[in-house]
């Protein structure tokens, strides 16, 4: 019996022909040669396999067709059903690298126009992402370097908010910690204090009551999140004095960096809300008034309208949050049409129904009390009555009316203005000043009222000057006498409004006034100015001036206010003389952006050619006729109450 015999082996362990002859450092077949060891390929196989491997139970590499129906002679039956959970998580990862992308665009304008360049170029997400994570990475520096010494601020401006972007996701996971701006408690209770004192009783836009509570108790995320916190903070930071950090003894940190940090990361967290709720509506309307503050109306004014669908696409809740939903829902239309206003521009939600106003709202629901707070060690001042339910309700019906006016005022398809629209609005607006309740009647010195009372008595004057002052140049041009003057009713509201300025100034200075009322106080002086006689213009012009220039430490919007201002100071002759008690502000040039971010338009003043267009041709001559009419009208409901004034 004879064997076969055996090739001899190599080093390791494999046949190699002797009829091949390898020269040295000749390349072997994987895994021959020197020093390799013997390993068994491992085949790719997939995890979503084809239909017929599922059914088989066998392995799958994934080809098309795969390995084992080649085998079995299934090639022609080789197919692949979508794998559900697979494409779920796949969307997922998308959504997230879109969220991420996202946040660091809002982040850092720099980056935007990275992002940009790389969408034009057709780089797919993963590519982009990459690229942000490249540029936002900090230059690595030596232990004994500080890394100011070697990055430009900006960059290391860039690379703060997109970890405050990133640090957000995580703020949503965590309800003891809404914000991750600062870890400073008291700092957040400040700014938030100062945001109910100064802020939410003119913009009521949620239930502070129940705020407070949830922010205080953090077992549940129904009425106040992260994103409410953070947009109420940068709001607030508008209200910051110099002396604050050294305070609270927070990092050293200029307001309008600490206010750009909270409005990233509430934005980031805004947009990780999927689901339309009340608190996600309301932090995008508190948004919304940070921007009108920063000069940005344009993009204010889309937040709004954003909040104002996103309010009717909410779905209903309990009792609770019905009432809660009735104040955002007044709230945000309240910022809307005192908007339009002043922007002057029509909007199709001006035309939408009104709902009723905050007719399941207690005014006499008990509140907290409110102090002059501007400092933390204010809470020592005793407290009062703050009465912003009853103040909102009554700015609420008064915007009613408003919204009647801007309407015939602004909207195109309106029909021509008479003289009966324009004294029954006039004749609403007396009867709603007549029928406020006596804790609200009045603004006075002595005793003080409160900040927000004066605001509602001075933007009542503003919508009176704002109804006649499109009325003033025909008056002019008429042969007759028109009765009520426009002419003298803007002058009389012009300056009872400005003396309710002046007195608000004395008590709370222009740097706690609202931005809404710095707006009613650039219309009722240009009124004077215009109208006036040459010492009252000339008052007019210095005090609202000055009053612009102690504004804007909080408000960037009245930077291009007051150049606009100026303008029409020296449009109409008026001289400012320097004095060592009436400075001149230095004139600042702004570019056409900064002017339509803060008007929309290339003023603040009303279109009045626009409007006079619109008015009747007869609106003159009935004028006087329509007035004696209303006016009998009015004696004879007189007794049937204020009312029935109201619903005409």
């Known amino acids: ?176 910690q809404w914000t991750s701006v600062t870890s400073n408690a008291d700092l957040i209770n400040h700014l938030i204090e100062l945001y109910f004192t100064w802020v939410h009783p003119i913009h009521m836009l949620f239930s502070e009551s129940l705020f407070r509570a949830n922010f205080k108790d953090q077992t549940t995320n129904e009425y106040c999140t992260g994103a409410l916190v953070n947009v109420i903070c940068a709001m607030a930071c508008n209200l910051l004095q110099a002396s604050t950090g050294e305070e609270t003894g927070e990092t050293v940190l200029d307001m309008h960096t600490l206010q750009e940090n909270f409005a990233v990361e509430g934005r980031a ?19 919304a008034l940070v921007e009108f503050s920063a000069g940005q109306s344009s993009r204010a004014t889309s937040l709004v309208k954003l909040a104002s669908i996103e309010l009717f696409r909410a779905r209903a809740g309990n009792q609770t949050q019905d009432d809660v939903r009735e104040i955002s829902s007044w709230g945000i239309l309240s910022l809307k049409i005192a908007s339009a206003d002043f922007t002057c521009e029509e909007d199709d939600l001006l035309r939408l129904p009104s709902p009723k106003v905050l007719e399941h709202v207690r005014t006499s629901s008990k509140e907290v009390p409110w102090r002059f707070y501007r400092q933390e060690k204010d809470f020592r001042i005793a407290g009062r009555p703050r009465l912003a339910i009853l103040t909102t309700s009554e700015l609420a019906k008064l915007l009613e009316t408003t919204q009647v006016t801007n309407a015939f005022y602004y909207t195109k398809r309106a029909a021509q203005v008479t003289a009966n629209d324009v004294l029954l609005q006039h004749l609403k607006y007396l009867a709603w000043k007549q029928a406020l309740p006596d804790a609200i009647s009045s603004a006075e010195e002595t005793p003080p009222s409160l900040p927000h009372v004066f605001f509602l008595h001075i933007f009542f004057h503003t919508t009176i000057v704002l109804l006649f002052h499109p009325l003033v140049g025909l008056e002019m041009a008429s042969e007759g006498e028109m009765k009520p003057s426009p002419k003298a009713t803007c002058l009389h509201s012009a300056r009872i409004g400005i003396q309710l300025l002046e007195r608000y100034h004395r008590l709370y200075t222009c740097r706690f006034q609202p931005r809404l009322q ?75 952006d900064q002017i339509l971010d803060a008007c929309t338009r290339l003023t603040y003043a009303q279109p009045i050619e626009q409007i006079q267009r619109r008015l009747s041709p007869t609106l003159t001559e009935d004028w006087n006729q329509e007035s004696v009419i209303l006016n009998g009208n009015l004696d004879r409901e007189r007794p049937m109450g204020i009312s029935s004034i109201l619903n005409r």
Request: overall charge neutral; hydrophobic content about 35%.
């Open 269 to 287: 967290l805004i947009q990780s809300q999927t689901e339309i709720l009340l608190t996600r509506i309301q932090a995008i309307a508190v948004l």
């Open 518 to 592: 710095v707006l009613c106080l650039v219309h009722l002086c240009d009124c004077l100015v215009r109208l006036g006689t040459s010492s009252q213009a000339e008052d007019a012009a210095w005090f609202c001036m000055k009053s612009l220039t102690e504004s804007r430490a909080g408000h960037a919007v009245c930077g291009p206010l007051q150049e606009l201002f100026r303008n029409t100071v020296i449009q109409n002759g008026i001289h400012l003389p320097e004095s060592s008690d009436h400075p001149v502000p230095m004139a600042t040039s702004f570019t056409l």
């Open 1 to 176: 019996m004879s064997f076969r015999p055996l090739l001899p082996s190599t080093t390791s362990g494999l046949a190699v022909d002797p009829g091949v002859h390898h020269e040295p450092g000749h390349d072997l077949p994987d895994g021959h040669g020197a020093g390799s060891t013997r390993k068994r390929r491992t085949e790719v196989l997939t995890v979503n396999a084809c239909t017929n491997c599922k059914k088989g139970k066998a392995k799958c590499n994934g080809d098309k067709p795969c390995r084992t129906c080649l085998n079995r002679h299934k090639a022609d039956t080789c197919e692949y059903r979508p794998n559900i959970r697979m494409e779920k998580e796949e969307l997922a990862r998308q959504n997230q690298l879109r969220d991420d992308i996202l946040k660091a665009v809002l982040a850092s304008d720099r980056i935007r126009a990275e992002v940009r360049y790389r969408i034009t170029r057709g780089d797919d997400l993963e590519t982009i992402f990459e690229s942000i994570q490249d540029s936002t990475r900090p230059t690595q520096v030596e232990e004994t370097s500080s890394a100011t010494e070697i990055n430009p601020p900006s960059k290391l401006m860039d690379y703060e908010m997109e970890k405050i972007a990133k640090r957000a996701r995580a703020t949503v996971l965590n309800r003891h």
